[in-house]
């Protein structure tokens, strides 16, 4: 079994910060990229964020400057750091991973969402 955990989700005000972080365990061969992914209430689930094994990033265009995705390979981690957060940053954010088990072609994994909200 492969799972993914996030933690570090909460409320917090408008020009304030919140770190993400999600932590990948399991029959674990190898992973390739990692992503950060949101959801708010009535729209689609949308990329934030995504890293590949090699570090290359990619970032949504609402999201540039202010979010910043790294990963630990080691401990098959990924964080998202969230800085100057906005109210229309309130979401479920969710991580996914493209996970290789020993033996299997990669596939994708979903955590469970952590919720975030920014208000005031």
């Known amino acids: 079994q492969v799972q993914l955990a996030e933690s570090g989700g909460g409320l917090v005000q408008p020009g304030g910060s919140l770190r993400l972080s999600c932590a990948a365990s399991g029959s674990i061969f190898s992973i390739n990229t990692m992503y950060w992914y949101r959801q708010a209430p009535g729209n689609q689930r949308e990329l934030v964020a995504a890293?590949?094994?090699?570090?290359?990033?990619n970032y949504a265009d609402s999201v540039k400057g202010r979010f910043t995705i790294s990963r630990d390979r080691l401990k098959n981690t990924v964080d998202l750091q969230m800085n100057s957060l906005k109210p229309e940053d309130t979401a479920v954010y969710y991580c996914?991973?493209?996970?290789?088990?020993?033996?299997?072609?990669?596939?994708?994994?979903w955590g469970q969402g952590t919720q975030v909200t920014v208000s005031s």
């Open positions: 890293i590949t094994y090699g570090g290359t990033t």
């Open positions: 996914k991973a493209d996970i290789r088990k020993v033996g299997e072609r990669p596939n994708a994994y």
